[in-house]
């Protein structure tokens, strides 16, 4: 009896092993069938003195983000107990641009011009071919770092009933989870130019965490919820980076004649 009994609690050990050695990937495969949406809500006061000049944003060339979304394993506890047994598992979560419905640069770009030409004495355009250095103002922007990452935790509790010969009878489990806020990294390299002279440069960077919804955790997968929460975090890091760029601009731009 004892070695029948050993032999069930090696038997559930490499169970709940080999259950967790293809997790990471699964939960990795099914996130990336996930797409989330970036927004923009302006909340700045509208500028409504006259329009002091034109910049032309050239174009962002890259968004410094990686494309796949990872799910990487932080930590695996077991705990068997033959009848009972528990099994949590973490995982971070790196958000990548095929996540999202819209890449990062487009968002960007979009979320500048709008900011500008609502809060700032100054029109902001995208730089076509036929705008020249030449008597005029160009913005170059440049994504220095872009980092978005949450996580998963999962708690799995199993039970096993056998019956007087201990073979295998009945079998429950119980999952849940919890996604982990998320957090944002964002720098932008920012130079405005006249003329081929640069007038100012200056590096943004800014941090924001982002708690996963209460609401979205009870009626939404927890892949779901985790892309959806990393999307908002980036969008609200999006928005304070944004705001302090165009706060800046406008009054360098208030004092040129």
Not at 37 to 66: A, G, M
Not at 146 to 170: A, P, Q, V, Y
């Amino acid at each position: 009896m004892r070695k029948t009994a050993s032999q069930i609690l090696r038997f559930t050990i490499l169970l709940l092993f080999l259950s967790s050695c293809n997790s990471s990937k699964t939960l990795q495969r099914e996130i990336r069938t996930i797409r989330s949406d970036l927004f923009y809500e302006l909340t700045t006061p509208v500028y409504s003195d006259s329009i002091k000049h034109d910049i032309y944003l050239n174009f962002i060339d890259y968004s410094n983000l990686d494309y796949e979304t990872t799910v990487k394993r932080k930590s695996t506890l077991v705990i068997p107990l033959i009848l009972v047994n528990y099994l949590g598992e973490s995982f971070n979560v790196k958000l990548g641009e095929g996540s999202l419905s819209m890449n990062f640069r487009e968002f960007l770009t979009k979320a500048l011009i709008t900011e500008c030409n609502n809060s700032t004495c100054f029109n902001l355009f995208e730089r076509t071919d036929s705008v020249s250095e030449k008597d005029n103002y160009i913005l170059d922007v440049k994504v220095a770092r872009c980092e978005t990452s949450s996580g998963i935790k999962f708690n799995d509790t199993s039970i096993l009933w056998f019956d007087d010969n201990l073979e295998f009878g009945h079998y429950m489990e119980f999952t849940n989870y919890k996604v982990r806020p998320a957090n944002t990294m964002l720098n932008l390299d920012v130079t405005l130019s006249f003329d081929g002279r640069v007038i100012n440069h200056k590096v943004y960077t800014t941090t924001y965490r982002q708690v996963c919804s209460r609401n979205d955790s009870d009626v939404a997968p927890h892949t779901e919820v985790c892309v959806n929460t990393m999307a908002q975090c980036l969008s609200f890091a999006t928005k304070n980076i944004v705001e302090d760029v165009s706060k800046d601009l406008h009054l360098i731009m208030l004092n040129e004649k």
